[in-house]
């Protein structure tokens, strides 16, 4: 969490930041994904059908049997004991 202690003026980043998290969560999660999308300089041409190939897998496990599911309440529920 960022703890608001402005001992001089607020710089222009700084300003941003705090702005940025003023807004709604769903917000600042479409924020923050565009932010981390700006990063990539590098666009990998075989990392859709690479995704694909993996979803396909997944799913063919799991209709196999060969691995479980965990609802995703659980699994939140044991993230956040974690914590």
Do not use: F, H
């Not at 705090?18 to 932010?35: G, Q, V």
């Not at 859709?48 to 799913?59: D, V």
Request: aromatic letters at 4%; hydrophobic letters at 45%.
């Amino acid at each position: 969490m960022v703890t608001q202690c402005y001992a001089r003026p607020m710089n222009e980043d700084t300003k941003l930041l705090a702005d940025a998290l003023k807004l709604p969560i769903e917000a600042r999660a479409a924020l923050a994904a565009k932010l981390i999308d700006s990063l990539d300089s590098e666009v990998d041409e075989d990392a859709e059908a690479r995704w694909s190939e993996e979803i396909e897998r997944r799913l063919a496990d799991v209709d196999a049997g060969r691995v479980a599911t965990v609802r995703w309440s659980e699994v939140r529920a044991s993230s956040l004991r974690r914590d």
